[in-house]
């Protein structure tokens, strides 16, 4: 997550010492000082939203109940039409892509998929067979999110990966879209099917960091959708960004498929560890409703460092980092892709000097 262009500006010199590579991550500040209100109506709900609820084990108000089961599974997603919310596209019967996440792959570990970078500490590619060791880790995730192309991790992630898991892939340098494009359709023509490929995003963080206004970051997604319908992917297509991005800038809720955004609670500064899992939820509501009840919401990465600097309340330990993981998933794991699966001693110190350590399955 990088800089939000809304606060700490001076903070912006810090993440030039990243590697100019795929340093997809370089910064992961929450600007949580926003002039959007944060007000949550909280209805608890019928029978069927109480029984939505505990089969996801989210804790929250109707509008989340709805917007994570429409992130979730097919069966949430059909109790959540059942209710006084009718989240439109939440359903799997929905027609066409646009507004519904693909209902599938829902993880036994408790969330719905992790984070993974194939990056040894020195920033090159790992092997084919570090990938494979690293993913045989990784088989209680249903969803694997990468960033990139480079390195040959999606063929690398993909031959790896247990025939249920599913990719969501990132084309992170939108001047290399076509490229990336074919890049994924021989990993995929080789070695998989497109059944394989849960989401296809272009760029991360663009209107976060700065680096791309919302018109742009939609013909980012027209691109990558025509080059990708042309290669034979049906399936959805965003772009990824910061919640408060998305708060901030509701014309991005036009463009993507459903909304993937980041959220940390650890850069809120105001959240204990213990209570990651509400305001993750918090902000999914609030990205919902940002769109007008439009769009679902997944969460493309959350989680907690166990190392460095203690902001306002957020202390990075390991033991915080599995208290943040296990609230996350309780609250709203359904609808979270975790990050990270390990450290990432390529990245720069970063901010709080947390950047390295956000890995889950990392001592
Ligand atoms: C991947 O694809 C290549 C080329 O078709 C094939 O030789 C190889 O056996 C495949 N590997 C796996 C693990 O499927
Ligand atoms: C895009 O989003 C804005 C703000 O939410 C909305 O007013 C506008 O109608 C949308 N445009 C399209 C083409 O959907
Ligand atoms: C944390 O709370 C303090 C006191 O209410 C507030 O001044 C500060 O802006 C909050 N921080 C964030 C990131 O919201």
């Not at 804790?59 to 089961?69: D, Y």
């Not at 995003?201 to 742009?216: I, K, M, R, W, Y």
């Amino acid at each position: 997550m990088r800089l939000s262009n809304l606060v700490t500006l001076s903070l912006l010199g810090v993440s030039s010492a990243a590697p100019a590579h795929h340093h997809e991550h370089i910064e992961k500040r929450d600007a949580v000082t926003t002039t959007v209100s944060t007000q949550v109506t909280v209805t608890m709900g019928t029978g069927a939203q109480t029984g939505l609820l505990q089969e996801d084990a989210v804790v929250g108000t109707t509008a989340a109940a709805a917007a994570v089961a429409a992130a979730a599974d097919t069966t949430a997603a059909a109790a959540a039409q059942g209710t006084t919310t009718t989240l439109a596209g939440s359903s799997s019967a929905s027609s066409g892509s646009s507004g519904s996440a693909p209902s599938s792959a829902v993880s036994a570990g408790g969330a719905k998929g992790i984070t993974y970078s194939p990056y040894a500490a020195d920033g090159t590619c790992k092997s084919a067979s570090d990938v494979a060791s690293d993913l045989a880790q990784l088989t209680d995730y249903g969803i694997i999110r990468l960033y990139g192309v480079d390195c040959s991790q999606v063929e690398n992630v993909m031959k790896a990966k247990s025939s249920s898991q599913k990719l969501f892939l990132g084309i992170y340098y939108v001047d290399q879209i076509a490229d990336g494009v074919s890049t994924i359709k021989a990993a995929v023509e080789a070695n998989g099917s497109w059944d394989d490929i849960y989401t296809v995003s272009v760029g991360n963080e663009l209107v976060n960091g700065g680096e791309a206004t919302t018109s742009q970051v939609g013909a980012y997604i027209d691109s990558a959708r025509s080059a990708l319908t042309a290669a034979g992917y049906t399936g959805p297509v965003v772009s990824v960004d910061t919640f408060i991005a998305v708060i901030n800038n509701p014309d991005l809720c036009n463009y993507s498929d459903y909304m993937a955004v980041n959220a940390h609670a650890y850069f809120d500064e105001n959240t204990t560890a213990e209570n990651a899992g509400p305001w993750v939820l918090e902000q999914i509501q609030r990205v919902w409703t940002a769109c007008g009840g439009a769009k679902d919401v997944l969460i493309t990465e959350s989680g907690w460092p166990s190392q460095g600097n203690t902001y306002g309340v957020a202390v990075p330990s390991k033991a915080n980092q599995q208290a943040a993981i296990s609230s996350i998933e309780e609250t709203c794991g359904s609808a979270t892709i975790l990050f990270t699966a390990f450290n990432d001693y390529w990245k720069a110190d970063g901010a709080y000097g947390v950047e390295k350590y956000f890995g889950i399955l990392s001592n």
